[in-house]
Structures are given as C-alpha cells and as structure tokens.
C-alpha cells in the first residue's frame, strides 16, 4: 500500500541524542509514562540544558531522504520536544522545516513557536507519548487530506507509542516490532477513546 503521510521524531530518527537514548530504552518510555508530569519535567530540564550547554546535535542522512523523497505527499513531525527543543534538534537544518505538511511540539513553560523560521503553522499540545491524544492531531489531519489510517507510516523510536499508533488508529509503523508489547502494561490505562 502506498504511503500518503509520513510522521517521523526527531530524537532517535533523526539524531542520536541524549533524550532519544533515554526514551528509546522500552523500560525507561514505560516508567515515563506512567509518570507524565515528571517525564515534562525531564524534558524542560533536557531542554534548558541543552541551550545552557549550548548543545548541538551532528543530523544523520535521513533528513535528505525524507526531504528528497518527493513519492509522498504529506510530510511531518510528531515529537516531545518543544519549539524551543526542535530548534535545538535540527540546528542549522531547520530549513527541512519548509518540507514540512505538519509540526507537533510539546507545549512548553516558555513556549516560542515564533522562533521557527520555517515551516507549517505549529500545533501546540500538552499530552506526551505514548498518550494517545498525541495523535489526534495527525488523524484529523489524515481524514481531512482523505488519507485512510493504512496509508500514514509513523516512524517513532517510542515503543508503546507504535503500539497505540498501530492498535488505536491502524496507522502503519516503522519498526514494526509492536507484537511484543501487550496492553497488560497499566500505560494503556490512561488511554482515551479517539474522537471520532
């Protein structure tokens, strides 16, 4: 089946940093989310630090295949990090921005979706993966382009994320190892029904 919108993170997908070792591990992305509010607090601290410190991140080549890659329509990210953070993330290849369809960041303390040079209008959220309202985005914006669930590939290094994606809203995923999570893991307690 052909691919019409793909949805990659940028941590892990598109570079190797420290937030992507960490939520990339399956036991440390399930304690986190078991814990929201202090996987927020994690982040904001990744964040500022990262500004702090003055980190920057050296992107792999997928960032020219994806930006490249002219077979598919729609384009975009779903990530944890804020502007701020995917600012960060990207460094001087935020200009694949421009590619972009959709942008998801995580709504943070000191928000500044204005900072993006590039790129689609943002949308700001406050849940985090695995959360499945982080994908209420993207499947509103897959009805509205008439893109059925099967032709959305969501590229995510976030194990239970896949899961829901996959599960919850018949979206493809990459990789494709969803079988070995089980819904006995409490994190799927505080799922949601879609809308609808």
Known sequence: MHIKILSFDVDG??????LSKVECNP??????????????????MI??????FKVRYENNDKLSVIRD?????????VTDRSAQGLIT???????????MSFVQVRKA????????????????????KPHESVLYQLAAFAKEKKVIPHEVLIVDDNPEFRFIAKSRFGFRVY??????????YPVFGQCVTAPV
């Open 109 to 128: 303390i000191f928000s500044n979706v204005g900072k993006l040079r590039y790129g689609p209008k943002l949308w700001e959220i406050n849940k985090l």
């Open 175 to 184: 990789p494709d190892n969803t079988v070995d999570i089980d819904e006995k």
């Open 89 to 99: 993330a990207l460094g001087k290849q935020d200009f694949i921005l421009k590619e």
């Open 69 to 77: 890659n002219h077979d598919i329509p729609y384009i975009g990210i």
């Open 13 to 18: 997908i598109i570079n190797k940093s420290l």
């Open 27 to 44: 036991y440390v992305s399930r304690f986190l989310a078991q814990i929201p509010t202090f996987k927020k607090v994690v982040l904001e």
């Open 47 to 52: 964040e500022a630090g990262e500004i702090l």
